[in-house]
């Protein structure tokens, strides 16, 4: 009887001292911060936009000479156009 009890006592410290408590993967390891995902989710939406809208109407005279006229929110993208445009038809914006 003695016997059991002191087995017992002894299988129950085994336990208790191999379970401290800690888990075995982070012990002797330092974690690295992980990165927000909030900042990670806002690049996506960032780069997921179209690019702004530039309306364009577009104008030929009778003597084959094209114009247009530009419109949009982006005054960079509208100048963007304006070049192509100018490289494509070789017309004057009015």
């Known amino acids: 009887m003695n016997r059991k009890i002191l087995t017992c006592c002894?299988?129950?410290s085994f336990i208790l001292i191999?379970?401290?408590g800690k888990p075995l993967s982070t012990h002797g390891k330092s974690e690295v911060p992980s990165v927000p995902k909030v900042i990670v989710e806002?690049?996506?939406i960032e780069?997921?936009?179209p690019p702004p809208e530039v309306k364009i109407k577009l104008k030929k005279d009778g003597k084959d000479n094209?114009?247009?006229e530009l419109s949009g929110?982006?005054?960079d993208q509208?100048?963007?156009v304006n070049e192509?445009?100018?490289k494509q038809l070789g017309g004057d914006q009015k």
């Open 10 to 12: 002894a299988l129950l």
């Open 18 to 20: 191999a379970c401290e």
């Open 42 to 44: 806002k690049e996506k």
């Open 47 to 49: 780069k997921t936009q």
């Open 66 to 68: 094209y114009s247009w």
């Open 73 to 75: 929110s982006d005054v």
């Open 78 to 80: 509208i100048l963007k």
């Open 84 to 86: 192509k445009l100018k």
